[in-house]
């Protein structure tokens, strides 16, 4: 009997509910070239993001990296990235825009703002407020959307004002509203698949998952999460001649968590099936 594992296998990728604490620690650690990756794209990770790279073994992070940039290339069929290029561009552009004050122009409100929603259309400039000796102020227009900016300190900081807070809020919507999503859904991981012949027409699967790869939610002192196995095989004519589907509950005290990371969880299955070849898909 042969199996084949499918090529398109897929496990659904959980994680680890950190602690604040065991966060900040992880960011900490993270290489000097990780870091810079994590910070450079702080306007654009969504959080579940952030909490898969923070996670990943660092051999894994390239991997993370060209996938964070892949998923959001408007032509895939192009060798260019050109959101990935424009955004580096804006980043560029931002830090040249606004070098007055504390920090790299790309950080300050209104290098945000211009990396998020691109040039305005309109930019004025008023350095000595609306009026005569009032704060440092600039408006910027995106269609019928004034955005404003002060300089409460009179040190180049310029401040997004809340009601202009507002108007982003409406504008980032509105792009949403015709990006396509980022979906996180469908990651694959790394896991360990063992299959033994223990009867004749009888084979035993054993997924090996590492605890570490798991989103454990906090609940009465312990960590918990539930998996849901769809496990498919196929013959050669591509029929489905078996399907298994079960559900597994996890639970760890919380003061076994460090010593349990390093092992596996394991899913032992029993197929059932004549001598031939056949594929296997696996799903979680």
């Known amino acids: 009997m042969k199996i084949i594992i499918g090529a398109s296998l897929a496990l659904g990728l959980v994680f680890l509910t950190l602690t604040s604490c065991r966060f900040s620690r992880l960011k900490r650690d993270l290489s000097p070239e990780h870091k810079e990756f994590l910070s450079e794209v702080r306007y654009i990770i969504i959080g579940k993001e952030k909490k898969v790279f923070l996670n990943l073994p660092d051999a894994e992070k ?23 290029d424009s955004y580096y561009e804006l980043i560029e552009e931002a ?65 997004l004002v809340p009601i202009s807070a507002q108007y982003v ?26 299959l033994e012949n223990i009867a004749d027409n009888q084979i035993k699967v054993q997924i ?4 570490k790869n798991l989103w454990l939610v906090e609940k009465d002192e312990k960590l918990i999460t539930t998996l849901l196995l769809n496990l498919e095989v196929f013959s050669d004519l591509k029929k489905k001649v078996w399907n298994f589907k079960e559900k597994y509950s996890i639970s760890i005290d919380e003061s076994e968590i460090m010593e349990t990371l390093d092992k596996n969880y394991v899913i032992p299955v029993e197929i059932n099936l004549s001598k031939g070849n056949y594929r296997m898909n696996i799903l979680l």
Do not use: C
Not at 122 to 133: C, K, L, N, S
Not at 176 to 190: A, H, L, S, T, Y
Not at 208 to 211: A, D, G, L, V
């Open 169 to 194: 809020a409406t504008l980032l919507q509105s792009q949403m509203n015709i990006k396509p999503e980022v979906k996180m859904e469908g990651v694959i991981f790394d896991f360990d698949l063992d």
């Open 95 to 159: 830090n040249h825009l606004f070098r007055e004050g504390s920090t790299p122009g790309w950080l300050q409100d209104r290098g945000r703002i211009y990396i998020l929603l691109g040039p305005p259309e309109e930019r004025f400039i008023y350095p000595m407020g609306y009026q005569f000796y009032d704060n440092p102020s600039e408006v910027w227009t995106y269609g019928y959307f004034p955005i404003i900016f002060v300089d409460y300190s009179f040190a180049g900081d310029y401040e």
């Open 62 to 84: 390239a991997n993370f990296i060209q996938e964070f940039w892949k998923k959001r290339d408007p032509d895939p069929e192009t060798e260019i990235n050109e959101f990935k």
């Open 208 to 211: 090996k998952i590492p605890y």
